[in-house]
C-alpha cells in the first residue's frame, strides 16, 4: 500500500480491514475466514449453514462514518456467528453512497447473512442498538428497521440458485415455493416476494411503482408535483404547480447522506450551494424560489426554464441537416458561440468560476437565448472543495488534480467555453479514452477530430483557432474573452496563430506530415493519405495502409498483453453489463475474440498469433461447460461459440477439437421462442449452415431445414409486412419486442431464411425472405441521409437506433444486399445502396463498435464494395479514419476505445477486437466474420429463374 511523501496513508487507503482483524483476535476468532474481492471483503466462520435465500441484512455508513459502523457491526456479527461482507476500501464506500450509484442499492455498506429468521431478529435488534446515531443512507430497496437507524433489510439470495438468463447474464435467482425460479428484483422500493412472510411485523411491500403510486404528492402545503423528469441516488428532480402563484416549478430532492464524502458534507449541502449560487447568478438563468426540510430532506424550488439543453439543441440541428458532413450554418455557430461566451464573461465578471460549464448545463430557449442551469458547483476561485466537472470538459489541469483541494482559475472555464464549441461545430463530446502512461494534450486530441471534420464542415474550420486557443494545456496560454470576442467578430481575418496547433498533421487538403515510428516496425506513418472527390465535392481523408496496418498491430498486441492465464473466469475485462455475461460468448466474450485471432494470424502468418489462437481456443473448450444451459443465439449464445471454434480447429489442424466443436454445435437449440439472430433460433440456424457447408454432413442441413420450419411457423403477417415477435411471455428482458432489425429482427431472420432456400432449394423459405425484404422497403425512412430503420415496428419514424449492424440501416442494408444477390431484386439494391449512403453521412456521430457503431457499418461498407464496387471501399477508409481520429495510446499502442467512448475492452461486440476484425478485412480482404455466404462476392442471381423477380420488393 503506496505511502505519500509526507508518509501519510491516502484517505481512500483506509485499512478497514484491520478493525475486522481486530474484532476477530478481541473475540478470539482465528478460525474466521476473511477473504478479499475486486470489492468486497468477506467474512466467515468455520461453519456456515448454505442458505439459497432469506432475509439479509444490510447497514448503510458515510465514507466519514464508515470505520465506525464497521467496528460496531463486526463486533455484534462475530459475537453471534454471523457471516457478513463489507466494502473492501473508503473509496468504495464513497462509491457505493454517490449520487451516481444506483438509486435502488445506494449505501449498502455492510451485508449479513443470518441462518435463520430467528437469528435476523437477534442481529436486527443489536446492529441497530450498536449503530445508533450514526449516520447513513435510507436504502431504498430495503425496509429500515426503524425510521432513522442505518440498519435495513430485504429478502434476497444468500447463495441463491445459479442461472443464465435468456440473454446469456448470470444471475442467482430465488426459488419459489413450486419450484421455479424467479429474479431477485433489487427495485428503488421494498418489494419481497408475495411468499416471503415479514420476518419483523409491518405493511407487505409492493411490486411495482404503480401499486403505492399516490393520486397526487403535495410538497410543503404547496407545491402539486406532476411528474417526475428523473431520479436518481441523490434524489428526483419533479415538475410541479406552485399553488401560490399558478406558475410551474422545478423541484430538486437531496437526500440524506448521499454523495457525502470524507468532508462530512452531503447532497443536501450541495442543493444548499446550488440555491446560494443561483442567487449570486440572477439574470442567467432559473431564478430561486425557496429552499426547505421536509422528512429529512433538503427541497430546491426554483423557476422552469423552457427549451432544451444544448446537448439535445445541437443534436436536433445536426439532425435537420440534409448533409451533416457540411456542419451547423456558420452565421448560426458565430452566434451561439458569442452567447457561450458572453455567459462565461457574466460569471466571471461576478468573480465565480462556473466549473462545470458543458452541454447539459446550458438552455437554448424557444426564443434562441441561453440559460445557465444546475449550477452547483458554481465557486470562487481557490476555495476549497470537491473536485467536480463533466469528462471532456474538464481543464486538464483541474480533472488532474485531487479529489479535494482548491477550485481551479477562470481559465478552467475558457477550457470547458473551447470544448463546447468543438460540441457545437461537431455534435462529439471532447472526452477521450485516456492515454497511457503518459497523456497528450488535450488540443492534440481535438484536433485529431478537427482536422478532418474540417475539411467539409465550414464552422469547424472557422472556429478551429479559437478552439486550439481556448483549449490550450498551458492555463496561461488560453485564449481569453477578449481575445476570442475579438476573433469571432470577424474570423475570416488572417490572425496569429493559436497556442497550440494543429498537431495531427492530419489534414483533409494538405500534404500529410510524417507521424512518430510505429513501436513494432520503426518505420515513420503517414497519418492519412488525402484522395479527391468527384468535382463539386467537399474533400474528405482516408486512412492509409500504414496506418490501417499500425492500428490492426497495435490492437492485437493490445489483446495479447492483456490475456489472462490459464485459471481465470474470463480472458479479458469486459464492460460492466458485459462482465455478468457468458465468457464463452461472441459478443462480450472469448469466442468473437478468438474468430479475430484465427483470421489475424492466418492472414499475418505470425507465430504468436498462432500460439494465441490455440490457446484462446483451448481455453474456451475448457471452459464452455461451465454454463448450466445452452443458449442457440449467434452472439449472445453458444452457437457463435462452436462457430468460432470450429474455424480455429481448422486452422490450427485440430481434429479433436474440430470434432468437439461439431458436437457442440448439434447440441444447440434450433426452436427457440425468441426467434432472432444474436440470442436466438436464427442464430443457431446460420451455424447449423456454417457446418454444413463446412462438413458436407447432412444432419447439418436436415436441422437447417427444422430452424427455418419452426421460423415460418413463428411468424406474424399483417397489413404491415411480416415480423417475428419474441413472445411476450418469455422469460426475457427482450420479450414482446418486435424489431426490423438485424440483431433481433425481420433483417436478421431473413439473412438466415436466404441461405436456408439457397441450401435447400425450398421457395417457401426464399418466399419468406422476400416478404420480410418489402416490409423493410415499406418501413424505410428516406432523406438526405439515404435510407435508414426504426428500431421497433411500434415505433415512430427516427426513433430507436437508426443506422447501426444491431438495428438500422447497416443491419437492415447487410440483408437487403443479400437479397439482391440472391433475387436480383432492383428495389433491394437501391435500399441497400441508401443504406450505405447513411452509415457514411453518420460516420462521425458514430460510437467505435461492432454492433452498434462504425466496425460494423464498415464491414457493411466493405459488403457493398465486394457486391457492387463503387465508392464504398473508399468510405470504408474514411470510417477506418474515424476510428483512427479516436484512438488511445497505451504502452505506446493505438487502441480504439470501446462502445463507451472513455474505456478500452477487448470484447467484440461492442470493444477492440470489432475494430481490428474489420481493419484486417478493409486491409487484406476476405468474408465478413459470422456470415454463411456461399460464394461471395460472387452473384447468386443466376441460381433462379426470371420468375423469380416476380413479387419482389414493389
Known amino acids: 500500500m503506496p505511502i505519500g511523501e509526507k508518509g501519510i496513508l491516502p484517505a481512500a487507503d483506509f485499512p478497514l480491514q484491520g478493525l475486522v482483524r481486530l474484532v476477530l483476535s478481541d473475540q478470539g476468532a482465528d478460525d474466521w475466514e476473511m477473504v478479499e474481492d475486486d470489492f468486497w471483503c468477506r467474512v466467515t466462520p468455520p461453519e456456515v449453514p448454505s442458505r439459497v435465500q432469506g432475509w439479509k441484512l444490510h447497514v448503510s455508513a458515510t465514507p466519514l462514518s464508515a470505520p465506525e459502523v464497521l467496528h460496531r457491526a463486526a463486533r455484534v456479527l462475530v459475537h453471534h456467528g454471523c457471516s457478513f461482507k463489507f466494502a473492501a476500501r473508503a473509496e468504495y464506500v464513497e462509491d457505493l453512497t454517490s449520487a451516481r450509484y444506483d438509486r435502488a442499492q445506494c449505501g449498502k455498506f455492510i451485508t449479513a447473512y443470518p441462518r435463520d429468521d430467528d437469528h435476523f431478529r437477534v442481529l436486527a435488534e443489536a446492529l441497530d442498538l450498536a449503530t445508533a446515531g450514526l449516520p447513513g443512507p435510507a436504502i431504498l430497496s430495503d425496509r429500515p428497521y426503524r425510521k432513522g437507524s442505518v440498519v435495513h433489510y430485504r429478502y434476497g439470495a444468500f447463495r441463491g440458485v445459479p442461472h443464465v438468463s435468456h440473454e446469456g447474464v448470470r444471475e442467482a435467482r430465488l426459488r419459489a415455493p413450486d419450484g ?24 407487505e411491500g409492493r411490486a411495482d411503482a404503480a401499486s403505492a403510486k399516490p393520486k397526487q404528492v403535495l410538497l410543503r402545503d404547496r407545491y402539486v408535483v406532476s411528474e417526475a423528469i428523473r431520479h436518481s441516488a441523490r434524489g428526483g428532480v419533479y415538475r410541479a404547480l406552485d399553488r401560490e402563484t399558478d406558475q410551474d416549478v422545478v423541484i430538486k430532492q437531496a437526500r440524506a447522506h448521499v454523495g457525502g464524502g470524507l468532508t462530512g458534507r452531503d447532497a443536501r449541502d450541495g442543493l444548499r450551494d446550488e440555491a446560494a449560487a443561483l442567487t449570486a447568478l440572477s439574470g442567467l438563468g432559473p431564478e430561486l424560489v425557496e429552499v426547505f426540510e421536509q422528512d429529512d430532506h433538503v427541497f430546491l424550488v426554483e423557476t422552469v426554464v423552457p427549451g432544451l439543453t444544448l446537448t439535445h439543441w445541437v443534436q436536433r440541428c445536426f439532425g435537420e441537416l440534409e448533409d451533416r458532413d457540411l456542419g451547423l450554418p456558420a452565421e448560426d455557430v458565430l452566434a451561439m458561440a458569442a452567447s457561450l461566451a458572453g455567459l462565461v464573461a457574466e460569471v466571471h465578471d461576478r468573480g465565480l468560476v462556473y466549473r462545470d460549464f458543458s452541454p447539459n448545463n446550458v438552455m437554448v430557449t424557444p426564443e434562441g437565448e441561453l440559460r445557465l442551469i444546475d449550477p452547483e458547483f458554481v465557486t470562487t476561485a481557490g476555495r476549497w472543495g470537491r473536485r467536480a466537472y463533466t469528462p471532456g470538459y474538464g481543464a486538464p489541469e483541474y480533472a488532474a488534480a485531487e479529489l479535494y483541494g482548491p477550485a481551479p482559475g477562470q481559465s478552467a472555464d475558457l477550457f470547458s467555453l473551447g470544448a463546447m464549441l468543438f460540441y457545437l461545430v461537431t455534435g462529439l463530446n471532447a472526452a477521450f479514452a485516456a492515454d497511457r502512461p503518459e497523456p497528450r494534450p488535450a488540443v492534440e486530441r481535438l484536433d485529431a477530430l478537427l482536422s478532418p471534420i474540417g475539411g467539409n464542415n465550414h464552422s469547424a474550420r472557422l472556429l478551429a483557432p479559437a478552439i486550439r486557443g481556448l483549449c490550450a494545456q498551458d492555463p496561461l496560454r488560453r485564449w481569453s474573452l477578449e481575445r476570442l470576442a475579438a476573433f469571432l467578430a470577424d474570423p475570416e481575418s488572417p490572425s496569429p496563430e493559436s497556442p497550440e496547433p494543429s498537431l495531427t498533421g492530419a489534414s483533409s487538403t494538405g500534404p500529410s506530415t510524417p507521424a ?34 499500425r492500428m490492426i498491430d497495435d490492437g492485437l498486441g493490445h489483446v495479447l498483453a492483456t490475456m489472462a492465464g490459464k485459471g481465470a473466469g474470463r480472458l479479458w475485462p469486459s464492460t460492466p453489463f458485459g462482465t455478468g455475461t457468458d465468457a464463452c460468448a461472441v459478443q462480450h466474450g472469448a469466442a468473437g475474440v478468438l474468430g479475430v485471432l484465427t483470421r489475424a494470424a492466418g492472414v499475418l502468418g505470425r507465430d504468436d498469433l498462432r500460439a494465441a489462437t490455440a490457446r484462446v481456443a483451448a481455453w474456451i473448450d475448457a471452459s464452455h461447460t461451465a454454463a448450466p444451459s445452452v443458449l442457440p443465439g449467434l452472439y449472445f449464445g453458444r452457437a457463435g461459440t462452436t462457430w468460432t471454434l470450429y474455424d480455429a480447429a481448422g486452422y490450427l489442424g485440430d481434429d479433436d477439437l474440430a470434432e468437439k466443436a461439431v458436437r457442440l454445435a448439434l447440441e444447440l437449440p434450433v426452436r427457440w421462442p425468441n426467434p432472432d439472430l444474436f440470442h436466438g433460433a436464427a442464430g443457431a440456424g446460420l451455424t447449423q449452415l456454417h457446418f454444413w457447408r463446412e462438413t458436407g454432413r447432412q444432419e447439418f442441413l436436415d436441422r437447417v431445414a427444422d430452424c427455418a420450419d419452426g421460423l415460418l411457423a ?89 443506422y447501426n449492424l444491431c438495428n438500422g440501416a447497416s443491419g437492415v442494408g447487410t440483408f437487403l444486399l443479400r437479397l439482391w444477390r440472391a433475387t436480383g431484386d432492383p428495389v433491394a439494391l437501391e435500399l441497400a445502396e441508401g443504406a450505405a449512403s447513411a452509415v457514411y453521412r453518420i460516420r462521425w456521430s458514430s460510437g467505435s463498435a461492432m454492433c452498434h457503431g462504425l466496425a460494423g457499418n464498415g464491414e457493411f461498407l466493405l459488403d457493398m464494395a465486394d457486391a457492387v464496387g463503387g465508392p464504398y471501399h473508399g468510405w470504408a477508409e474514411e470510417l477506418a479514419a474515424c476510428l483512427h481520429a479516436r484512438h ?29 476484425g474489420f481493419l484486417l478485412r478493409l486491409r487484406h480482404g476476405g468474408p465478413r466474420m459470422l456470415t454463411a455466404d456461399a460464394g461471395w462476392p460472387g452473384s447468386l442471381a443466376g441460381a433462379h429463374s426470371a420468375a423469380d423477380l416476380v413479387g419482389g420488393l414493389r
Open 180 to 203: 421455479t425460479t424467479v429474479e431477485d428484483a433489487r427495485k428503488p422500493w421494498f418489494c419481497p416476494p408475495p411468499w416471503a412472510t415479514l420476518p419483523i411485523p409491518g405493511p
Open 714 to 802: 413463428a411468424a406474424g403477417h399483417a397489413d404491415d409486412g411480416v415480423f417475428w415477435q419474441v413472445p411476450p411471455d418469455f422469460d426475457s428482458m427482450l420479450a414482446g419486442i418486435t424489431h426490423l432489425g438485424f440483431a433481433h429482427g425481420v433483417a436478421g431472420v431473413g439473412t438466415f431464411l436466404l441461405g436456408a432456400a439457397e441450401a435447400t432449394g425450398r421457395e417457401d423459405y426464399l418466399d419468406t425472405a422476400r416478404a420480410a425484404g418489402r416490409t423493410l422497403a415499406d418501413a424505410a425512412e428516406h432523406g438526405p441521409w439515404g435510407a435508414r430503420w426504426r428500431t421497433d415496428r411500434g415505433g415512430g419514424q427516427g426513433e430507436g437506433m437508426l
Open 888 to 916: 488511445a495510446l497505451r504502452d505506446g499502442r493505438m487502441v480504439v476505445p470501446d462502445e463507451s467512448g472513455t474505456q478500452v475492452t477487448v470484447d467484440y461486440g461492442v470493444g477492440l477486437t470489432g475494430v481490428v
Open 516 to 549: 512518430p515510428p510505429s513501436p513494432s516496425t520503426g518505420t515513420p506513418l503517414a497519418v492519412a493519405e488525402p484522395s479527391p472527390l468527384p468535382a463539386g465535392d467537399p474533400s474528405f481523408v482516408r486512412l492509409g495502409r500504414a496506418l490501417q496496418e
